[in-house]
């Protein structure tokens, strides 16, 4: 696609200082840690190196004869409009749209699917270079107000804002220290729930946790309309489990409120419950120090729940529960140690989501060998009721809720620019097409393999991606390896790939690319891999294991200090999936990622990116990962 033909001789690139000193010691192992100076992103030093290697790598780019050809290209075929599939609240619909090259997508309103729409947010607007994005947004059951949390330079901290919808006017309400956290109104729209960490107390670092330290002490918090944050009404937390984090939703009824309780990122929580409806003050009842009387429902982190509907106390659940690709049970907060399989565990195919509309039914979406399966089904007995007709590609979203009888289905693939279906309105139900994204000159009988490979993994621990193509337009072939440690064939595949089993994630894609070259696709110098965050770690290892495959590898933002991570920002949760280094078993497993790791410096053709802001993944590993190349 390019050439670097401008670029004569190696590199010079900027010298790290190393500090000897520092040396840790795991129950014996003397482990050295020579750029730990470099965990420190705002020290004036660290600052200088990342300068010295952002002008390095500008000069490489400038460089590239093929550079501006390229940007050209990819920006004549960003320029399309864009769409996502409409929800409704009281009796206005919403949705967000694209024109083509708006760096954020802008929501829209109107009365109704036939009415004029308008600009209710447009994030472009928020700031003058473009860093302020919106990362959450809920709108009040009667459509009068919008709440929404805004982040800068993506980060994961959140002001969250209020809007009256009517006149687009912004209120007073601000919240600050939100991180983790959904917005769930209550129905008579006085206010919202949501979740915070602690403020830092006066001296303490301001960035609590934007960069090193640790996310500790979530919290739910209820918040009135026209109030200072300072008033609100603190429902939950727990101080003898600082690493829990909490996410509340209120049932459709309006009735129950619904407390998650997640610990790692193992697909498993605890859920309580409180009935709203028995508060004879209602909320205000609890302005105070008093907490909401929750009652726990499930108070164990065995399986993952999560709620689809409710009549009265009868709730339906997803679980994974003894059914490691899903099912939906019914269980009665009256009778709570009575469970019931509404459908049951597929012999194959995963459940990945159940969506409760039109009164008595409810949409099921599987996974059938990395291929999407819609289905109507009976809310009540789960019997079939319809198979909805699907091509191969993403549902990307269901948007109803269980007193809509018309149900929008967003579906995408690398062949179909965006497809959103209407269906349920009619007797018979199908899959009508509400609004089709086309692209000028777009033809899907043209795509053919030719030259260039890009193999791709985007691993974040059980997600699932399930797509792949042969490409044209850049002249290359683009894949997406769908390997263990991810969700495509349910929690057995996800756990396969995961603490002493993670070697299986760099054989499956280090298969997956003997199989491209194996089968003329493409050659290893021609082979180029990605991978971010989880996958960042995954690019490491395999041009690490096998460097004769890849003509070039990019890590975005990884998870490369295998012994330290769980130290920093949200770190802790991700030791379900890779182990601790406080362990002496798993620190076994993790010194041998570092090795691999570490030898993935001496590899030339990486290219490591970091995000200034990227907390989840802190930005101190591609750092110190620089610091050895």
Partial sequence: MGSLSAVNGPLHYPIAR??????????????ADPYRWLEDPDAEEVK??????????????????????LRNKITKLFDHPRYDAPFKRGDKYFYFHNTGLQAQNVLYVQDSLDGEPGVLLDPNALSEDGTVSLNALSVSEDAKYLAYGLSSSGSDWVTVKVMHVEDKRVEADTLSWVKFSGISWTHDSKGFFYSRYPAPKEGENLDAGTETNSNLYHELYYHFL??????????????????YMFGAS?????????????????????VYYCDMSAFPEGLDGFRGNHLLPFIKLIDNFDAQYIAIANDETLFTFLTNKDAPKYKLVRVDLKEPSIWTDVVPEAAKDVLESACAVNG????????SDVKYVLQVRDLKTGSLLHQLPIDIGTVYGISARRKDSTVFIGFTSFLTPGIIYRNLDTEAPDMKIFREISVAGFDRTEFHVDQLCYLFDWMFFVSSVSRIILTRHLGAVYCIANIRGGGEYGEEWHKAGSLAKKQNCFDDFISAAEYLISTGYTQPS????????????????CINQRPDLFGCALAHVGVMDMLRFHKFTIGHAWTSDYGCSDKEEEFHWLIKLMKLLIGMASWQRC??????????????HSLKLGGIV
């Fill in 18 to 31: 190393r500090d000897d000193s520092v040396i840790d010691d795991y129950r014996g192992v003397k482990v």
């Fill in 48 to 69: 200088e190196f990342v300068q010295e290697q952002v002008k390095l790598t500008e000069g490489v780019l400038k460089s590239c004869d093929a550079r501006e050809k």
């Fill in 226 to 243: 026209g109030t200072d944050q300072s008033e609100d009404i603190l429902c939950w937390r727990d101080p003898e489990n600082p690493k």
């Fill in 250 to 270: 209120v049932t459709d009824d309006g009735k129950y409120l619904l407390l998650y309780i997640d610990e790692s990122c193992d697909p498993v929580n605890k």
């Fill in 360 to 367: 008595d039914q409810m949409i099921v979406s599987y996974l």
């Fill in 526 to 541: 021609k082979l180029c891999i990605e991978g971010g965050s989880n996958g960042g770690l995954l690019i490491g290892a």
């Fill in 607 to 620: 290219w490591v990116q970091l995000g200034r802001v990227v907390i989840d993944f802190n930005v101190k």
